[in-house]
């Protein structure tokens, strides 16, 4: 006998908001799923063709968290998430949303350009058209660069490139694609902010891939921001063959930490390393299997329950140059677990020495080496003076292209590029213990190239 369909009632609802029919869809999808295959089968065959594609475009309970509106009375919600992550679905679902429940509303689209706007958010697979319901059928005019809902709500296509437009115009909502892409974006940004003026609660959607500039600058110190992040395989719609592709390719380097990861990476004032600097020396991992001689620099932490334990393995090449091959550092470690550590990665490469940050106690560094059976030559080396002056002759080298990573370094890079010219240092973490090592490793093969001493390095 066939098992009857128990589907879910609804009640009496006076408004289906977005979180009653996701709560609602996530009901029937539950109850769908926990059907045999000739049920559901014996299910499908009772609905009609406009409740089959219903169910096939079905987003409400199938879009992932970070395509949800957050809750709260949020004035601007930025979407700054990887590229695939479904940022554009989300804006058009969203701007949708504000045309059903609000007839005759005014709703501004901003993007780079008129074209971009129209291939992504008009007529995109996930544009405005794509997403539009059956019986609301929605009406595109490219001369006004208009698109009109069937209940006389209108949204107006702007490009940020001509900003002067957007002064006049007033809105009870608007979706921003892209500011990464904004080149005049200022100008575009705040005529449109001017102009969210109608309605009780007028709302701005950005939705972008994150990159350094004015506008998302403005963007991020605005008031009533409600901010969601996400990553390229958050997206369980992706295909795997493409995420793992791109994870290989481009994961932890400047571009896979932003196209892929949503980050927004900035370079500080005054930095020694720019983001751009450690990726332009960047090189594959297998071209420093042969290096001529390694060394490893090592900064201890003062307690096993405070800063890493900084070691990383640097190498002199073939070619002379220098190569930073291993980030090897550990966390909250004591003293015995940092020197298995370092004598791990010493086994691993055949270092020759190891260059120790000795501020905390010369002999206690060495000594705890020996006692795990470290017996490479052990250089302590003392800073005379700031994080600056040591890091400065390394840095000179990385923009000479006389070093290279083989390899992605995440942590590590993240702390060079926040150590800053006159000793100041504004990357995470309280210390810089990655990049100290860092530097007392290349430091002492950089020496070595050239006959003398580092500066502001007294050796013990």
Not at 170 to 199: P, V
Not at 309 to 325: E, Q, T, Y
Not at 399 to 409: I, L, M
Not at 432 to 452: I, N, Q, T
Request: hydrophobic share 45%; glycine share 10%; proline share 5%.
């Amino acid at each position: 006998m066939k098992r009857r369909w128990d589907a879910p009632r609804t009640r009496a609802i006076k408004r289906w908001t977005p979180g009653r029919l996701t709560a609602w869809s996530e009901l029937i999808f539950s109850r769908f799923g926990r059907l045999t295959p000739e049920e559901r089968a014996w299910v499908l065959r009772d609905l009609t063709q406009a409740q089959l594609n219903e169910l096939a475009a079905r987003w409400y309970g199938r879009q992932h968290d970070g395509q949800r509106e957050p809750p709260g009375d949020w004035r601007i919600w930025l979407i700054q998430a990887g590229r695939g992550f479904g940022k554009t679905r989300a804006g058009a679902e969203w701007v949708s949303e504000v045309a059903r429940t609000m007839p005759g509303a005014q709703i501004a689209l901003v993007a780079a350009t008129i074209a971009d706007g129209q291939r992504v958010m008009i007529e995109g697979p996930s544009g405005l058209i794509a997403v539009a319901r059956e019986h609301e059928a929605v009406r595109w005019a490219p001369g006004r660069r208009e698109l009109r809902f069937a209940n006389g709500a209108v949204a107006t296509l702007y490009s940020a490139e001509a900003g002067e437009e957007l002064r006049g115009p007033e809105h009870h909502a608007a979706w921003c694609d892209e500011l990464a892409k904004w080149r005049r974006g200022t100008a575009a940004w705040d005529n449109l902010m001017l102009g969210m003026r109608l309605g009780e609660r007028p709302r701005v959607l950005v939705t972008t891939t994150p990159r350094t500039n004015a506008v998302m600058r403005r963007v991020k110190a605005a008031p009533g921001l409600a901010e969601t992040f996400g990553r390229t395989r958050d997206n369980e719609h992706l295909p795997a063959s493409f995420v793992e592709a791109m994870l290989a390719s481009y994961g932890g380097t400047r571009l896979g930490r932003q196209e892929l990861d949503g980050e927004l990476l900035e370079d500080v004032e005054g930095a020694l390393w720019t983001r751009a600097l450690v990726e332009a020396c960047r090189v594959e991992a297998d071209a420093a299997t042969k290096p001529v001689r390694v060394v490893i620099g090592v900064d201890p932490p003062a307690t096993s329950t405070g800063d890493a334990c900084g070691i990383v393995v640097a190498a002199l090449l073939r070619d002379g140059k220098l190569a930073v091959v291993e980030d090897a550092s550990v966390e909250k470690a004591s003293p015995a677990r940092w020197a298995q550590a370092f004598a791990a990665a010493a086994a691993r490469w055949g270092a020759e020495r190891v260059v120790a940050e000795s501020n905390m106690g010369g002999e206690m560094v060495v000594g705890t080496l020996r006692a795990a059976l470290v017996t490479l030559p052990v250089t302590a080396v003392h800073a005379s003076v700031g994080k600056a002056r040591r890091a400065e002759p390394v840095a000179l080298a990385y923009e000479r292209g006389d070093v290279v990573h083989a390899g992605v370094f995440e942590r590590l890079e993240d702390e060079l590029c926040g150590l800053q010219i006159g000793g100041g240092y504004a990357g995470p973490g309280r210390s810089p213990d990655r990049a100290d090592a860092c530097v007392w490793a290349l430091a002492e093969l950089l020496s070595k190239k050239r006959g003398g001493r580092e500066p502001g390095v007294v050796r013990i």
